[in-house]
T-cell receptor
Framework: TQLLEQSPQFLSIQEGENLTVYCNSS?????LQWYRQEPGEGPVLLVT?????EVKKLKRLTFQFGDARKDSSLHITAAQPGDTGLYLC?????????FGPGTRLSVLP | EAGVAQSPRYKIIEKRQSVAFWCNPI?????LYWYQQILGQGPKLLIQ????????DSQLPKDRFSAERLKGVDSTLKIQPAKLEDSAVYLC?????????????FGSGTQLSVL
């Protein structure tokens, strides 16, 4: 059983479209992180959210932490081919981070 | 700043053989993690070190996997004997310390294929 679920599993869109991906759990996390992983590379941290209801923006990416700190969303505005990759959420669990299965995003030019 | 270094990048072995992976974390990072990422899944923590002590190895299959971090710097992860289901990317990560807001820096991983 996955501690973190992510949806959708796969997403293929055209350049310029907007999209939202989700990270859900029945557990409460003290913090949640989003990573992007490109083929053949390790994940790279995008953001850490800590407070319930917190919203953080990183250029065209908007991250939100749910009020109950059990879920999070990532919204991308005007997606570009460079946004292509595997988006992973990770929740602080005990003394380490637990990762979700990821959403694989493909942005077509 | 140099990143997390891992070697080898790729390894192909037959089942029941042994294999070892090496990781050199970012200088000064006290916490080191080994993750296993099976194709189509997110990374799963195998073991976490704080300096040269083990913090969490609850998901490490100890009958075949072992890891050490002598002197609290470099680390090696060994599989002996390997099984088909061990085929995965093995990621090493490091952070300055453990903390809920800590940033994990990942290496590029070692892709293991067990035939």
């Amino acid at each position: 059983t996955q501690l973190l679920e992510q949806s959708p599993q796969f997403l293929s869109i055209q350049e310029g479209e907007n999209l939202t991906v989700y990270c859900n759990s029945s557990s409460v996390f003290s913090s949640l992180q989003w990573y992007r992983q490109e083929p053949g590379e390790g994940p790279v941290l995008l953001v850490t959210v800590v407070t319930g209801g917190e919203v953080k923006k990183l250029k065209r990416l908007t991250f939100q932490f749910g009020d109950a700190r059990k879920d999070s969303s990532l919204h991308i505005t005007a997606a570009q081919p460079g946004d292509t990759g595997l988006y992973l959420c990770a929740g602080a669990h005990g003394q380490n981070f637990v990762f979700g299965p990821g959403t694989r995003l493909s942005v077509l030019p | 700043e140099a990143g997390v270094a891992q070697s080898p990048r790729y390894k192909i072995i037959e089942k029941r053989q042994s294999v070892a992976f090496w990781c050199n974390p970012i200088s000064g990072h006290a916490t080191l993690y080994w993750y296993q990422q099976i194709l189509g899944q997110g990374p799963k923590l195998l073991i976490q070190f704080q300096n040269n002590g083990v913090v969490d190895d609850s998901q490490l299959p100890k009958d075949r996997f072992s890891a050490e971090r002598l002197k609290g710097v470099d680390s090696t992860l060994k599989i002996q004997p390997a099984k088909l289901e061990d085929s995965a990317v093995y990621l090493c990560a490091s952070s300055i310390e453990w903390g809920q807001n800590e940033k994990l820096f990942f290496g590029s991983g070692t892709q293991l294929s067990v035939l």
